[in-house]
């Protein structure tokens, strides 16, 4: 598109993520990458191109206004701390003089990034050695956690795990200790995010040598469930359960032992659902009065009033208002906006 005009510069601004990578953010990190990449292969045409991989700015507008302190405070725990908008003007004047077609103007806070160990990205090796490793084979933080649990009496194996568990909450989540962690609560309320669950589990994969999934705050709801997970996987704790096969006869090769269901219309039952589709009930209804919503302000059925519904009837589940979100770890904003 600018390849016949007659450019002085050609500035593109990419993320550090692209360059240094980011967990969780595979996508964001393969889209600012494709910039650099850009500038390098206009770079080898001839044109003029540069890509600054930016760290974060620390401004109230763009990507960064959109941040909470939880955000905040795990990019600093990252070893990245925000650019003012004077040091982010100087890098910029920096780099444009500087012509290289790719750098990465950011702010590095380097003890924090020594805190990572061994999972310092590849590319700061020179600016933070990696720690040294102790002789062994993959796997061996299992192993040694295994002995380790071996020689603990049974009664005290979950607690060690727990312990574990909580570390690696306190660690990612910037508190103070395990101690710190309520090992009930859970982790949604904790201040996990799709992001940190991947630190997390990360973590946890280098703590225990296990190959644990992505998905794992979101699998087990607590840090004490989870600590009975991984005490299953590392000590082998499940029993075995005998199966007794029985023969169905032959003309019941499915037996339905029991039903429920629940749907919009006050379906509680199988036999009030088919009476349903039987007399081909409607089961829309207007907005229910006990789920704490503000109607006057939710539906606006002209359609002029941004944020609204514009329609005032749907399909709603009868006493969803009785809903235990706490029980369930769901937050009190979540519960408001869902339908159990």
Not at 49 to 73: E, P, V
Not at 133 to 156: F, I, M, N, Q, Y
Not at 205 to 224: C, I, K, M, Q, Y
């Amino acid at each position: 598109m600018t390849r016949d005009m007659d450019l002085s510069a050609f500035v593109l601004f990419s993320a550090g993520a692209g360059v240094l990578g980011a967990p969780g953010q595979g996508n964001y990190a393969a889209a600012n990458s494709f910039l650099d990449a850009l500038a390098a292969h206009r770079r080898a045409d001839g044109l003029p191109a540069q890509a600054l991989a930016w760290g974060l700015w620390d401004t109230d507008t763009g990507m960064a206004a959109k941040l909470d302190d939880t955000d905040r405070n795990r990019i600093e725990r990252d070893g990245v701390r925000p650019l003012s908008v004077d040091d982010g003007l100087a890098l910029f004047d920096a780099a444009v003089a500087h012509g290289d077609p790719a750098l990465v103007p950011i702010k590095l806070h380097l003890p924090a990034l020594r805190g990572h160990g061994d999972q310092v990205p590849e590319v700061l090796r020179g600016l933070v050695p990696a720690a040294r490793r102790r002789s062994g084979t993959a796997g061996a933080g299992s192993t040694e956690l295994r002995r380790t649990l071996a020689a603990l009496p049974e009664d005290e194996r979950e607690q060690a795990v727990l312990d574990l568990v909580l570390a690696q909450v306190a660690a990612v989540l910037g508190f103070a200790s395990g101690k710190d962690v309520d090992a009930r609560r859970a982790f949604s309320e904790l201040g996990f995010d799709s992001l940190t669950a991947v630190q997390f589990r990360n973590a946890l994969n280098e703590a225990t040598g296990l190959r644990l999934p992505a998905t794992l705050v979101f699998d087990h709801p607590s840090p004490a469930v989870l600590a009975r997970k991984v005490l299953d996987d590392l000590h082998g704790t499940q029993q075995d359960v005998r199966v007794r096969s029985v023969d169905a006869a032959w003309h019941e090769p499915i037996a339905i032992i029991g039903m429920a269901c629940r749907y919009p219309g006050g379906v509680g039952s199988p036999e009030d659902l088919w009476g349903v589709v039987a007399e081909g009930r409607d089961v829309v209804s207007g907005f229910p009065g006990d789920r704490g919503w503000d109607l006057g302000s939710l539906v606006d059925v002209t359609g002029e009033r941004p944020g609204s519904s514009y329609v005032d009837q749907g399909g709603f589940l009868y006493g969803a208002g009785e809903f235990d979100p706490g029980f369930f770890g769901v937050s009190p904003n979540e519960a408001l906006t869902m339908d159990p």
